[in-house]
């Protein structure tokens, strides 16, 4: 039995998934392609990943091609109740409300398990360390597991080194078609429309530094650009750093970014990226934000630590006052900002990166037994399908390889 908060909201949720649907051509595409053999007959996909409508759509397509979804949301701040009321209401088993609490948010990750599901949708890992580490006989019956995020991926790849991952995990995250357009465009684009509803302020003139220039963070510093932002990166990789000055961005480090910012938006996947040392420095004023993953790459225990008072400053943003008599603003607690505080990703990116796990889910299903434990990337014909099926959606054509092509690239 589902546990949604809203179940009255369930119209809303629909016309929310309606809506979406509409703008995801290669989903649409899979649907007629397979909902009649409905591959996924008797099995049981256990999904974490944001709920919100593009979610609820692979949900969906996954249920019409004969699956069992049994559904959690991968952090407690991005369920949208109506999208969630709806997909109980269309026969998924939900269990995710906005704000859960820590414990609740485990509790959910624990409904889902209890199903036993085949299948694993993963979004962070967290529903897979779960398993691994408390639910171990579970992975007996488990194909397989596709992951979405880059964060994700790392965990997986860090715990088949120590040896511990008896499945295969599909890393979607890793396929072309996903982070070109997901993790640069969609951040780039709902990181951007995040910060411009959640404060009401102008982009044009001011100064952001951006924390990371990997796919997310690139993506958000070009978006930030195009609509008059001026903004610093910072990086610890040299070679990003340098493109990132190639691309026309100033790059400095965080002892001396900390004092430009008007705004600060991490995108590094990596933990305490703004620290103490940093927030005693900024200006009066500064917003932080983070577009990366769980909320310790802005330290919200130091900032929390360092605060006299706080208050609510506007919905989804907290005022601290620091005993140095400056005020900062953090975004949705430290968590990702464009899901916490905003709608995710467009339609027609998600299309893209569920269509790839849509597809990864059927490969596992279909090469149970025969793929080894450990972490592999989507094989080409999914990435290749996902792309002409959205380029023949878009109306667009390009060449093929000639024979003498072929045959020219094929010569030493
Ligand atoms: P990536 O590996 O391409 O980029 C991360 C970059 O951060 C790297 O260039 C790395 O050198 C840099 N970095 C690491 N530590 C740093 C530090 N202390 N200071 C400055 N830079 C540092 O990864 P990505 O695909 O860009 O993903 C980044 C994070 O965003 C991951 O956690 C990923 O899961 C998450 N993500 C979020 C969304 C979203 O919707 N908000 C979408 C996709 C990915
Ligand atoms: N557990 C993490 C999740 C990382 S989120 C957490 O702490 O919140 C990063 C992923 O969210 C991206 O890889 C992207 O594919 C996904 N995402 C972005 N917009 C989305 C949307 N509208 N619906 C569902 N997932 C989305």
């Known amino acids: 039995m589902s546990v949604v908060k809203h179940p009255e909201q369930a119209d809303e949720g629909l016309q929310k998934i309606q809506w979406v649907e509409k703008f995801m051509p290669v989903c649409r595409s899979l649907e007629t392609q397979y909902s009649g053999a409905k591959p996924f007959q008797g099995l049981t996909v256990g999904m974490c990943i944001h709920l919100e409508a593009k979610t609820a759509r692979l949900a969906l397509l996954l249920m019409r091609t004969g699956a069992n979804v049994v559904i959690t949301g991968s952090n407690p701040l991005s369920t949208k109740d109506d999208v969630a009321a709806a997909l109980a209401r269309q026969g998924a088993e939900v269990f995710a409300w906005y704000g859960e609490t820590p414990e609740e948010y485990e509790q959910n990750l624990e409904r889902v398990l209890s199903f036993a599901p085949d299948l694993l949708l993963d979004d962070g890992f967290d529903l897979t360390t779960m398993l691994i580490e408390k639910y171990a006989p579970l992975a007996g019956k488990l194909a397989g597991v596709t992951e979405e995020t880059t964060t994700g991926v790392l965990r997986a790849r860090n715990m088949a080194k120590a040896g511990l991952l008896p499945f295969p995990v599909v890393?979607?995250?890793?396929?072309?078609?996903?982070?070109?357009?997901?993790?640069?465009?969609?951040?780039?684009?709902?990181?951007?429309?995040?910060?411009?509803?959640?404060?009401?302020?102008?982009?044009?003139?001011?100064?952001?530094?951006?924390?990371?220039?990997?796919?997310?963070?690139?993506?958000?510093?070009?978006?930030?650009?195009?609509?008059?932002?001026r903004v610093v990166v910072t990086e610890v990789d040299p070679i990003r750093a340098l493109e990132a000055h190639a691309d026309g961005?100033?790059?400095?480090?965080?002892?001396?970014?900390?004092?430009?910012?008007?705004?600060?938006?991490?995108?590094?996947?990596?933990?305490?990226?703004?620290?103490?040392?940093?927030?005693?420095?900024?200006?009066?004023?500064?917003?932080?934000?983070?577009?990366?993953?769980?909320?310790?790459?802005?330290?919200?225990?130091?900032?929390?630590?360092?605060?006299?008072?706080?208050?609510?400053?506007?919905?989804?943003?907290?005022?601290?006052?620091?005993?140095?008599?400056?005020?900062?603003?953090?975004?949705?607690?430290?968590?990702?900002?464009?899901?916490?505080?905003?709608?995710?990703?467009?339609?027609?990116?998600?299309?893209?990166?569920?269509?790839?796990?849509?597809?990864?889910?059927?490969?596992?299903?279909?090469?149970?037994?025969?793929?080894?434990?450990?972490?592999?990337?989507?094989?080409?014909?999914?990435?290749?399908?996902?792309?002409?099926?959205?380029?023949?959606?878009?109306?667009?054509?390009?060449?093929?390889?000639?024979?003498?092509?072929?045959?020219?690239?094929?010569r030493w």
């Open 171 to 229: 890393a979607v995250n890793d396929a072309r078609v996903k982070r070109l357009f997901d993790n640069r465009y969609g951040t780039g684009e709902s990181t951007l429309a995040s910060f411009m509803n959640t404060t009401n302020l102008v982009v044009a003139g001011k100064v952001f530094v951006v924390c990371g220039y990997g796919y997310v963070g690139s993506g958000v510093a070009k978006a930030l650009r195009a609509l008059g932002g």
């Open 249 to 410: 961005f100033e790059v400095a480090n965080m002892d001396v970014a900390c004092e430009l910012g008007e705004v600060f938006v991490t995108a590094t996947g990596n933990a305490g990226v703004i620290r103490k040392e940093h927030f005693l420095k900024m200006r009066d004023g500064a917003i932080l934000g983070n577009a990366g993953h769980f909320n310790v790459e802005i330290d919200v225990e130091a900032l929390e630590s360092l605060a006299v008072s706080k208050r609510e400053a506007r919905p989804s943003i907290t005022a601290y006052k620091l005993s140095n008599g400056k005020e900062l603003f953090l975004i949705a607690e430290g968590r990702l900002m464009n899901l916490a505080s905003g709608l995710g990703h467009p339609a027609e990116i998600m299309d893209l990166s569920f269509a790839t796990q849509f597809l990864s889910l059927l490969y596992l299903k279909e090469n149970r037994g025969k793929i080894e434990a450990g972490v592999v990337i989507p094989p080409p014909e999914v990435e290749e399908q996902v792309a002409r099926t959205k380029l023949a959606a878009s109306g667009i054509r390009i060449d093929e390889l000639t024979e003498e092509q072929r045959a020219y690239l094929g």
